[in-house]
């Protein structure tokens, strides 16, 4: 069998290990227009502010392809697919294949302004663009972020714990609009700009000014002129569809895949930020780029290419980040009220002077969304909730009260699932020995003694 996968970051690397692990013959070719080794995505924005080092970077060891007998094309653009012919077309030739899996991720969506080719002006996306932006930070640069989506504020804040002088421009009224409700925007942007971050919401960029071909400044569209030496493009990203498009395979916002990652075609495949699958909260097919979904859609992904059919459940909707020690998490349906979800009831509770802030959504019974800013005491429950959309009758007005009945029922619930399971550790861990994971009674009591007591609860 000649496997060939298109696109090499988290979804990839999980279908390489599957299919190996399954088929030790077949023959697998990795073609990435990216010339690094495979690395972690989410760790740009670290490795920015200076908190990972180079050595931290790679998602696998170095002789990951070797150990894997991975044939890799990397810095190689895949151009165009012809599905019938079977033949994936590159900058440097031909490639026929027996399965092709697309895993191409997201690219940016740059708005056309002047003064894009200036040095100093790029996207954040990538390692490579993550190191040369490093290349020109010292302490007091003076930098701007267009856009404050999930993408635009991680680089915002890497720059900022770099030692830059940030502002953040963003075209809607509020930052993160697609990661939190509206109050929950309102207060990371108190957290941000407690720690210093400049923020201007409602705004627009013009265009961007030079001198000898490198930033020094934009203009505002009330005509504010700022200066700049580094302008983040972080407006919006989208599934890059570029190589399926002219062909026959189905896409909507991404392509279209059944629940063994099957497209159109039943020998291409696709997974990750590309890929658009079955949401379990909200019951219907849309796009979840996340890097934990990528990798395991990329393991379902690799194991149906070698025959063994294997469903994929589904998908949830998760962002996590953190700014000043402050953590973040949206999941699911966190805002009804923005998607127009009819019959969904929220239930919140917060303090806004400590920077917490929780929020459930349900509807039927059942838990479809959450937000937590500043604890995340039960943040893994609701996720499991969520994802199982197990009916939450009995301790529905507990979880946010954290009130007894939500401890026994987690209780019940986790000595089910953990008692006498036999874990064995995958081979990127350090250590490999197996261990029989017990039901500890002691520490679940202690727990329910410990029951926190900030208040301030809402439900509608």
Known sequence: MNYVIVGNSAAAAGA?????????EGSITVVSNEKDHIYSRPLIAHYLAGEVEEDRMPYRPLDFYDTYGVETLLGVTATALDPVARELYTEGGTISYDRLLITTGSKAAVPPLKGLDLEGVSPFQTYRQARALKEK????????VIGAGLIGM???YGLHEAGAEVTIIELLPRILSRVLDERGSAMVQTVLEGGGLKILTGRKVEEF???????????????????ARIAIIATGVAPDLEL??????STNQGILVNQYFQTSFADIFAAGDVAETYDIPRGRAMVNANWPNAHQQGRYAGTCMTGQMTPYEGSLGMNSVSFFGVPVVSLGLFDPETEKEEGAETKTKEIPDHHLYTKL???????????????????????DLIKDQTLVGI???????????????????????????NITWPETHSSTQPYVKAFNEESWTERERDKREWKEVNSK
């Not at 987690?410 to 399971?421: A, I, P």
């Open 16 to 24: 390489i290990e599957s299919i190996r692990r399954l088929d030790k």
């Open 137 to 144: 930070l010292t302490p007091g640069t003076k930098a701007v």
């Open 154 to 156: 991680r680089a915002a």
């Open 209 to 227: 000014t030079g001198q000898g071909g490198r930033l020094a400044g934009l203009t505002l569209d009330d005509g504010q002129k700022l200066e």
């Open 244 to 249: 399926v498009k002219g062909t026959a395979i």
């Open 361 to 383: 959504v349900f509807k039927d019974n059942l838990l479809k969304g959450a937000i937590f800013i500043g604890d995340l005491h039960h943040c893994g429950a609701v996720k």
């Open 395 to 421: 301790i529905k007005d507990s979880i946010i009260e954290e009130k007894y009945q939500l401890y026994a029922f987690l209780r019940k619930k986790r000595q089910e699932k953990v008692e006498g399971l």
